[in-house]
């Protein structure tokens, strides 16, 4: 299939690497072209100068971009250079707004836009385990599907247009609780006097067991913020996720503390850490209590 991508930031690169190496032609699009140029060097794909080039005769296009100003630009410069038919797959993280919208515009020119942000970070884009909740067209995503499986473990429709990004809001919600009460948890372990790691031992084959527990707890307990995606970008998510609220009139007391308590580790230069460094957090409250 001819394919257009666009956006090969730390997401991005990755997924449209396993497109090339499963044998599509993939023209990438970035707007740092430097970069755009290194991936295709590095896999043996194609870059172009432009979105209106990389959309050029594509049967799919896909974007992994930033925020809904992003696809809102890339969408609108793709869709007159397209194949009839064309299917737009957006894996990046906006409102279900901004997807109804691009969904409209696509349908006026005899095109398909599926809403599909993705869950598993960089880790699972490297190693094409990504799990993508999609909204849109059910003809249309099966369509693709079999593309999409270069670089994702599971798909999954979820309803009209905006459905998808419903969904990723679910996922931001689950895990904003869970991150903050782990942070607490690790904390109080560590006022009480307990060893951590035996503390883990003792409850993670429980009923506390989780994937984030698996894979942070330890971490978070010697301090190490390193791991994708930034608190910068949760910060954006579970803004959509409260405007979304304020919409819909759901009751989101925990996720809109949980915001807050990323604004204050911004406030430390926390900015770039990962979403695990709630517990830093709570760590400077003690030192300067």
């Not at 394919?3 to 499963?22: D, E, K, N, S, T």
């Not at 707007?31 to 080039?53: L, M, N, Q, Y």
């Not at 949760?234 to 609220?245: I, N, Q, S, T």
């Amino acid at each position: 299939m001819k394919i257009g991508f666009a956006g090969l930031g730390v997401m991005g690169a990755p997924m449209a690497r396993h497109l090339v190496q499963a044998g599509h032609v993939v023209t990438g699009f970035n707007r740092s072209r430097d970069k755009a140029g290194a991936w295709a060097e590095a896999t043996g794909g194609r870059f172009a100068a432009t979105v209106a080039e990389a959309a050029d005769g594509a049967d799919l296009f896909i974007l992994c971009v930033g925020d809904d100003a992003d696809v809102r630009q890339v969408t609108v410069g793709a869709l007159p250079h397209l194949a009839d038919g064309a299917v737009i797959v957006d894996h990046t993280t906006t409102s279900a707004r901004v997807a109804r919208e691009m969904a409209a515009l696509a349908a006026t020119q005899g095109r398909s836009f599926i809403d599909a942000p993705v869950s598993g970070g960089q880790a699972g884009a490297e190693n094409g385990q990504l799990s993508v909740m999609a909204g849109g067209e059910a003809a249309a995503l099966a369509r693709v599907e079999p593309v999409l499986a270069a670089y994702s473990k599971a798909v999954r429709h979820m309803g009209p247009s905006g459905s998808g990004q419903l969904t990723k809001m679910v996922n931001q919600i689950a895990i904003a609780g869970i991150v903050q009460g782990l942070a607490e948890a690790i904390h109080f372990a560590e006022v009480a006097g307990l060893d951590a790691d035996a503390a883990y031992d003792a409850i993670s084959r429980g009923a506390a067991q989780s994937w984030q527990m698996d894979n942070r707890w330890k971490t978070m307990a010697e301090g190490r913020f390193d791991f994708g995606f930034a608190v910068d970008w949760m910060r954006k998510d579970l803004g959509l996720v409260l405007d979304e609220a304020r919409t819909n009139g759901a009751h989101l007391a925990l996720t809109a503390l949980v915001d807050q308590f990323y604004s204050e580790v911004q406030a430390m230069g926390g900015s770039r850490w990962d979403t695990s460094s709630l517990a830093a957090r709570l760590r400077d409250r003690t030192k300067r209590a």
